[in-house]
């Protein structure tokens, strides 16, 4: 969900899924804030919590339509959200609907990118990791990987190019 990413992913021309699990940390993580600085009763918590969980429904829908579904009553509900739901759903669903849920319309596309952050591994130094940022740099790394995958395979005729 980072912003660097983004612009190289559309570059490529790539639908750009963001990953469920990360999605829903980082709202866990902006509503926990909120809870933290706001003094609030139980009920407003409580709240809080339970449109946090329509939300989640919005990016576990079984298909497109329920999800949209869901988001609509959330936008016509908007005067009666709290102030985090608000803000999350304005600025972060509403917004990016489509790459919270593309996953939905294409079984191909994965709905987290942990298969996708094992590929590039998470623990490369800093300046490695800046370059990937880049178009140039990502499609470099990929193609070493590709490299390195047809080496590996090379006895079983499992040869592939990009």
């Not at 919005?58 to 009553?73: F, H, S, V, W």
Request: net charge positive; glycine share 2%; proline share 4%.
């Amino acid at each position: 969900m980072k912003h660097e990413y983004r612009q190289p992913i559309r570059k490529l021309g790539f639908k750009h899924q963001f990953c469920v699990f990360h999605t829903k940390q980082k709202i866990n993580r902006d509503i926990n804030d909120y809870l933290k600085q706001n003094k609030l009763t139980h009920e407003d918590i409580e709240s809080v919590k339970s449109f946090k969980h329509e939300i989640f429904n919005i990016m576990d829908a079984p298909d497109l339509e329920t999800a949209k579904t869901k988001r609509d009553q959330l936008i016509k509900e908007q005067k009666t959200l709290p102030e985090p739901i608000f803000k999350i759903l304005w600025k972060f669903i509403v917004p990016y609907f489509k790459n919270l849920t593309y996953y939905i319309k294409n079984t191909n596309i994965s709905r987290t990118s942990n298969k996708i952050e094992n590929i590039f591994q998470k623990v490369f130094p800093k300046h490695i990791k800046r370059l990937m940022k880049t178009k140039t740099g990502l499609i470099n790394r990929f193609k070493l990987k590709l490299e390195f995958w047809n080496i590996k395979n090379k006895n079983q005729n499992h040869q592939l190019n990009f």
